[in-house]
């Protein structure tokens, strides 16, 4: 933490006269973390990342060497990643694609798509003969989930628009047979994110495994491949009981040996638990109020630059570091403050009543658990305020 507060002071040095709002990503914290993610995953298992978390260009370079691979859900991340990183291995997913996608899909010889629907499967075939691909594709599961927790963003186990219904497999199938283009090398689940915990996420992934072992006996299928998605979770509240990688990682070892599929890979596309932890959003005070008896701390920015309290509806996680030209007669001590931005709505909320210490004008607010779900996901033209400044360092920080 204290190179990320040093270059707070440096960069509100550097911003003056204008109070400092700016993303902090610590790169070589970032490829640490994943270099330690991967060393643990079992030998079948790989790891690709879901680039929607944060698609900043000096975050994909950095990982381009510890990941396998990276996840695209939209034509524009196609375009980016392979404009970004021309020779890494991309898989395409994502519910809606336009024939334009798909047809960009083939033409950049992705490594595998993931087919959502039957009018997808059909519309793909269709585009792959006639202009002369051929495609590797997995198609994407939403499954019954009877005895497994949900998380509170479930993609599959009820009604959503993700993945082909088991109940459509045997149509997926027939179609399949006659598509001459296109060849079948297993399934892909995302079934939820936020997953806290690591026996839920194990028991989430025996189901992926026993369905997909199922199709294979069914259907008489030669596949090789599962893709179970991302999910793993951060924990935004002040116990911090993130996604427990070691507990998962020997107890992932042991379910593949019980299952018998170490001949088969399995595949995750992870987001937020990749990058989360390497950004910082930093904000100045610039002004302090009290409302109906309640403080207000107003920090340059906004959720229209760090959307991610206010699409999580969580308090965010900050410490205060006190300001250069901090104006001392502002300083409030010991009360509970609620931290905002500068946005005319009442939704523009880092943290609610927070108990703080100490904070004056002029002191500067660092959000972590910055790097996912942030900058991308906000609102960024409300209001037209000037976006926030991007710095990259490399703390060294596991
Ligand atoms: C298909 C798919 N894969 C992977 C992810 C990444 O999820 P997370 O950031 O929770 O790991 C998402 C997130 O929505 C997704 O929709």
């Known amino acids: 933490m204290q190179l990320i507060h040093q270059t707070v002071a440096q960069l509100a040095e550097r911003n003056q006269p204008l109070p400092l709002c700016t993303y902090i990503y610590d790169l070589s914290h970032l490829r640490a973390r994943v270099r330690a993610i991967k060393a643990q995953l ?38 980016h990643v392979t404009s970004t990183l021309p020779n890494v291995p991309v898989i395409f997913g994502g519910p809606g694609k336009l024939r334009h996608e798909l047809q960009s899909a083939l033409d950049h ?11 997808e499967l059909k519309q793909l075939q269709a585009l792959a003969a006639q202009s002369g691909h051929h495609q590797d594709i997995l198609l994407r599961m939403n499954i019954a989930l009877d005895d497994t ?33 296109l060849t079948l090398r297993g399934f892909h689940f995302h079934l939820m994110s936020h997953q806290c915990d ?56 042991d379910l593949i040996n019980e299952e018998d599929f170490t001949a088969h890979t399995l595949r995750f596309e992870s987001g937020r638990y990749i990058t989360a932890t390497c950004g910082y959003y930093a904000a100045e005070v610039i002004d302090i109020k009290q409302n109906f ?27 205060v570091i006190a300001g250069r030209n901090r104006q001392r007669e502002s300083e409030i001590e010991g009360e509970n403050v609620t931290m905002v931005g500068q946005l005319c709505t009442p939704k523009d ?8 210490e100490k904070i004056a004008i002029g002191d500067y607010v660092v959000f972590s658990l910055a790097g996912a779900y942030a900058w991308n996901i906000s609102h960024q033209n409300f209001l037209m305020h000037e976006p926030p400044g991007f710095e990259y360092v490399e703390s060294g920080r596991q």
């Open 42 to 79: 079992p030998a079948n298992c790989e790891l690709f990342y879901a680039t929607k978390a944060n698609p900043d260009r000096k975050i994909l370079a950095a990982l381009a060497d510890v990941v396998d691979g990276f996840e695209v859900a939209s034509g524009g991340e196609l375009d």
């Open 109 to 119: 010889s992705v490594e595998l798509i993931h087919v959502e629907s039957l009018h």
């Open 149 to 181: 927790p949900l998380t509170r963003l479930a993609m599959a186990g009820r009604p959503t628009p993700f993945g082909l219904d088991e109940q459509h497999l045997p149509e997926a199938m027939q179609v399949l047979s006659d598509c001459r283009n």
């Open 198 to 253: 690591a026996d839920k996420h194990i028991q989430l992934i025996r189901v992926c495994i026993q369905r997909y072992k199922a199709w294979m006996d069914t259907y008489q299928l030669e596949v090789n491949h599962l893709n179970v998605g991302g999910g793993f979770g951060i924990d935004y509240s002040p116990t911090a009981a993130h996604f427990h990688w070691e507990t998962f990682c020997q107890k992932l070892r």
């Open 293 to 319: 008896g309640e403080y207000f701390a107003i920090c340059r920015g906004g959720t229209h630059h760090f959307r991610t309290p206010a699409a999580q509806n969580h308090n965010h996680p900050f410490t």
């Open 349 to 356: 909320v880092f943290a609610k009543q927070q108990c703080i």
